[in-house]
C-alpha cells in the first residue's frame, strides 16, 4: 500500500483483518488503551519537525509555530485529557431501575464498537486525522484513516509513521485520489466519522447508508459573527481578524461573515487595518501566513472576489500586498455592500476574504443568521449578558463562542460538532468517547424477584395488582 493504490479489495482485507482483530481482544484494558494514546503522542512530538517541513511543502507556505500551536498542541492536549479521564469514561454506569424492578440493578456499559473510519481533511491534516483517532482509541477500537490528496507529502508521512507506531490490525492509513476516498466510506465500518464540505458529506452519508453504518459529519458552512450592540469594537475586530487569518481562512470554524452596527464599517475596516499590520508585518514576505493549499483553490477565491465587484461589491484589502496565483498568496480582504444573491454570501468562503453585513437591531441580526442553514459555529460580541441570552437562545449552531473566536475548539470539556447542514454528531473528550462505544445497557437480575407477580393465569390477583401499578 505504500506505493500502489490501493483497490477496493485491499480496502475490504484490510477491514477483515481489524475486524478480526478486534473480536480476538474486543475489550481492551485501560493500561492497553493507554498505551497506546502514550504511543500516539510521542509519535507526533517525535516527528513534529518532520510534520511541520511536509505540511509546508504541501501549502507552500505554512508556519511552523502555526502547525504546533492548531494541530500539535491541540492534539497533545487531547491526548492529556483522555490519559487523565479516560479509566473513569470505561467505568459502567448506574442507572436506576424504578421501584417496580428492584431489586434488580441497571447499568450502562461502555464498549468498544470495533472498527472505524476516519476520512481526514486537507485543512488541519494531522489534527482532524489524530483527534477521532484519540477518541477511537481511548473507546478500545481500531481504526482505518483515509487522509487527503491534496496534502500528498504530509499524508505520505503520516501513513509511514503510523506504520511504525501500530500494528497493521490496529490503526492503518489509506491514501488515494477522490475515488479511494469512494471505495472507503463505502466499507461497512462499525461508525464512520468524515470531516469535509457539506457537498461531499452528503455522498459519504449515502455511501454509508446501504450499510446501515452510523456517522458523525464535521461539515461546515457560514459561520456568522454578531458584534452586538455594546461589543467593544477594537477587541472584537482583533478576534475575528485573529480567526479568520488562521491557516489564511482555511478553516472550518473560520468566521464567514460578520453582522456589524450599522454606521460601523468604516472604523471595522481601519482596525482590521491595523491589526493585520501589526500580526503580518511586510506582508508579502511574511513567513507566518499561510498561502492557499492548490491554484483551484486560488482560482475559487479570486473568482468570488471578482463576481462579488462585478455585482456591486466594494473590496478592502487589508494589507498593500496583491494577490499572487504564483505563490498561491492571498492576502485578506473585507468585502462591504455583496449582494445576497453572489457565490461569496452563499458558499463556505475557506479563505481570506470577509463580508461585512450592517444591521440596525438585533432582531435583526438574529433574523439574517436564522434564514440560513445553521453553522458549525457563531461567535458573538457583546458585553450585555441580555443580548448573550437572546442570540444564545434564538440561534442554533454546533457550537458559540463568547467575546471569542476559534477557541472553543480547544476546550478540553466541551464537544465539537455541527448540527442540520454543518453536520452530525459530536466528538472530543467524553463525547468522543462516547461516539465510539457502544452504550450498552444492562439488567441485572436479583434471585428473588416479583416477576412471578406479572405472569399468568391473569384474574382478580392480576386486576388489583395493575390497579395499584398504574394508581402508584
Known amino acids: 500500500m505504500k506505493n500502489d493504490l490501493p483497490s477496493a479489495a485491499t480496502l475490504e482485507e484490510l477491514l477483515h483483518t481489524q475486524r478480526q482483530a478486534y473480536l480476538r481482544a474486543p475489550y481492551p484494558s485501560w493500561d492497553t488503551r493507554a498505551a497506546h494514546l502514550k504511543a500516539l503522542r510521542a509519535m507526533l512530538l517525535d516527528n513534529r519537525d518532520a510534520l511541520a517541513d511536509a505540511l509546508d511543502a504541501d501549502f507552500g507556505q505554512r508556519a511552523k509555530a502555526e502547525l504546533l500551536l492548531s494541530e500539535l498542541w491541540l492534539a497533545k492536549n487531547e491526548i492529556d485529557a483522555a490519559l487523565k479521564h479516560g479509566k473513569r469514561w470505561m467505568k459502567p454506569q448506574r442507572r436506576a ?29 494531522i489534527l482532524l486525522a489524530v483527534g477521532p483517532l484519540i477518541c477511537a482509541l481511548a473507546a478500545g477500537n481500531r481504526a482505518m484513516i483515509k487522509m487527503s490528496e491534496l496534502t500528498p507529502r504530509t499524508s505520505a508521512l503520516f501513513e509511514q509513521l503510523i506504520a511504525r507506531t501500530f500494528a497493521v490490525d490496529h490503526v492503518a492509513v489509506v491514501n488515494g485520489d477522490a475515488a479511494i476516498g469512494a471505495a472507503f466510506s463505502a466499507l461497512p465500518f462499525d461508525h464512520l466519522l ?29 459561520s456568522p459573527v454578531i458584534v452586538g450592540p455594546h461589543a467593544r469594537l477594537d477587541a472584537a475586530v482583533d478576534s475575528i481578524v485573529a480567526g479568520k487569518t488562521l491557516n489564511a481562512g482555511q478553516t472550518c470554524i473560520a468566521p464567514d461573515y460578520v453582522l ?10 481601519a482596525r482590521a487595518r491595523a491589526r493585520v499590520a501589526r500580526l503580518y508585518p511586510a506582508f508579502a514576505q511574511n513567513r507566518d501566513y499561510t498561502t492557499i493549499v492548490s491554484a483551484r483553490h486560488f482560482e475559487r477565491l479570486q473568482r468570488l472576489a471578482d463576481e462579488a ?20 498568496l492571498f492576502p ?32 435583526d441580526a438574529i433574523r439574517y443568521v436564522n434564514a440560513r442553514e445553521r453553522p458549525l459555529a457563531l461567535y458573538l460580541f457583546d458585553d450585555d449578558r441580555i443580548a448573550i441570552e437572546r442570540v444564545l437562545h434564538e440561534t442554533i449552531s454546533g457550537g458559540v463562542a ?31 468517547f462516547m ?38
Open 97 to 125: 431501575t424504578g421501584i417496580w424492578l428492584r431489586p434488580a440493578r441497571a447499568k450502562l456499559v461502555p464498549q468498544p464498537l470495533g472498527v472505524v473510519g476516519i476520512i481526514a481533511p486537507w485543512n488541519y491534516p
Open 194 to 222: 468524515f470531516t469535509g464540505s457539506t457537498a461531499v458529506g452528503r455522498r459519504v452519508m449515502q455511501a454509508a447508508a446501504d450499510n446501515l453504518t452510523p456517522v458523525t459529519l464535521e461539515l461546515g458552512g457560514k
Open 260 to 269: 456589524v452596527p450599522r454606521g460601523s464599517e468604516a472604523a471595522f475596516i
Open 309 to 328: 465587484a462585478q455585482a456591486g461589491a466594494h473590496l478592502h484589502p487589508l494589507t498593500d500586498a496583491l494577490p499572487d496565483a504564483t505563490r498561491r
Open 332 to 363: 485578506p480582504s473585507i468585502v462591504t455592500q455583496a449582494p445576497d444573491s453572489c457565490a461569496l454570501m452563499q458558499e463556505e468562503i475557506f479563505g481570506p476574504l470577509l463580508p461585512l453585513v450592517p444591521y440596525d437591531t438585533l432582531d
Open 402 to 432: 463568547v467575546n471569542e473566536t476559534l477557541l472553543h475548539i480547544a476546550c478540553e470539556g466541551l464537544p465539537f460538532g455541527g448540527v442540520g447542514a454543518s453536520g452530525i454528531g459530536a466528538y472530543h473528550g467524553y463525547e468522543g
Open 435 to 472: 461516539t465510539f462505544s457502544k452504550m450498552k445497557p444492562v439488567l441485572m437480575q436479583a434471585r428473588f424477584n416479583a416477576r412471578a407477580l406479572l405472569l399468568p393465569p391473569y384474574g382478580r390477583r392480576f386486576d388489583a395488582l395493575m390497579k395499584l401499578l398504574l394508581k402508584w
